[in-house]
């Protein structure tokens, strides 16, 4: 939930508006692969209910991490533009909003203050990700460890947390089919 409240707590409504009117909702099954490595992809994804897994194929599909409810994925490859590293499969039968990346570009290209804002709300994600790895290779804890852990947010984010949880209710209870 924590990088989920990180990205939402960075934009506003009609940021979120923008993205329920373009994203499309779609369904998958469990066991269903969302993001294949090194197969590219054209949207990026909010998770809206359900969970995935994040694996790579060459390290005999072990789970990596669990992307869950509110979180985006596929940033790193619409930021990179490069193949996905790892593959993102549900866990159970999620349901996800997928904003194509041509809209999403567009708009980024037309509007600088969602840009800014869209921009540093991956960038608080990848942040809390590449804290959470530097964490674990540190102190060699498991995945249940760092799950089941709480780090705290800061007292700047603090302020922003019951909008954040607000509006991921809100995207969550208002994407269309």
């Given at each position: 939930m924590k990088k989920a409240l990180l990205f939402f707590s960075e934009l506003d409504s009609t940021d979120?508006?923008?993205?329920?009117?373009?994203?499309?909702?779609?369904?998958?099954?469990?066991?269903?692969?969302?993001?294949?490595?090194?197969?590219?992809?054209?949207?990026?994804?909010?998770?809206?209910?359900?969970?995935?897994?994040?694996?790579?194929?060459?390290?005999?599909?072990?789970?990596?991490?669990?992307?869950?409810?509110?979180?985006?994925?596929?940033?790193?490859?619409?930021?990179?533009?490069?193949?996905?590293?790892?593959?993102?499969?549900?866990?159970?039968?999620?349901?996800?909003?997928?904003?194509?990346?041509?809209?999403?570009?567009?708009?980024?290209?037309?509007?600088?203050?969602?840009s800014a804002r869209f921009y540093r709300a991956v960038c608080l994600c990848l942040s809390d990700r590449l804290r959470g790895t530097i964490s674990r290779l540190g102190y060699g804890r498991e995945l249940e460890e760092l799950d089941s852990e709480k780090a705290p947010f800061s007292p700047a984010m603090m302020g922003t947390l019951e909008l954040a949880e607000a509006r991921l209710r809100w995207i969550t209870e208002n994407a269309r089919a």
């Open positions: 979120l508006e923008w993205m329920l009117a373009k994203g499309k909702k779609e369904t998958l099954d469990t066991g269903k692969v969302l993001i294949q490595e090194g197969m590219g992809i054209n949207a990026l994804y909010i998770v809206l209910s359900g969970s995935f897994s994040v694996s790579i194929e060459a390290n005999n599909q072990q789970v990596l991490a669990r992307i869950l409810t509110g979180e985006i994925v596929g940033e790193v490859s619409f930021i990179d533009t490069r193949t996905p590293l790892a593959t993102v499969r549900a866990q159970e039968p999620s349901t996800v909003l997928a904003v194509s990346r041509a809209q999403l570009t567009t708009k980024l290209q037309q509007d600088s203050s969602f």
